[in-house]
């Protein structure tokens, strides 16, 4: 009697493969115009705050925006800024390379956790998952000199604060989900997103900044 070996030894070698690897995962390397923000420009009535968050919102002034002194916007005002996004796609991690202010961000998919000596950071410290086929971060360190968007809402900074970012392609399109958590300064949470196109001649430009004249492009 002839025994079929080769479906046991396919169901062991995959048992012994990580978990990741048994996960399809979307192919999102390339360069991405931003096509199409999505509450990116919320109005007042669709912030609730806190006591903290409202008095935080009235000593706001544009002197706070970190853009104004040349400083990267970060996360999760900078994740909807209207320029490309290059994606490097390897096997322990994914980077994130923005024109705007040249950011550099370094989503980690090996299982790491972010370090209890890591400083609150305007790009915070990025861990990633698959599931399927879209990519989630999960970013916490944030650092409270961030803003929730471009229209200054303050963003705490306190050590609950998190945003996760769902990506997911569909054909050329990459489709961003997001929300973001900050208890601190509001009333649930502020979801937004962006939808991108794929663009295989773009280019990621230099982008430079006067301190001078302040976020001048």
Known sequence: MRV???PLLTCLVASLLP???ALAQADLE???QPVDPINAHPTED???YTPAGRAAMDEFSAENDPSFHCQMPGVPRGVIDPYPLEIIQQEHQIVFLYEYYHQVRRIYLDGREAPEFWPPTLGGFSTGSWEGETLVVHTTKLSPDNLMNVNGRPF???ADTYVIER??????????EAVAHDPTNYVGRYEFGMEYKLDPEGQIWEYHCNPSFGDVG
Request: hydrophobic share 45%; glycine share 12%; aromatic share 16%.
């Open 4 to 6: 079929a070996f080769l």
């Open 19 to 21: 978990a990741s690897a």
């Open 30 to 32: 390339g360069i991405w």
């Open 46 to 48: 669709e912030f609730e």
């Open 156 to 158: 705490s900074g306190a």
């Open 167 to 176: 990506y997911t392609r569909r054909g050329d399109t990459l489709e961003l």
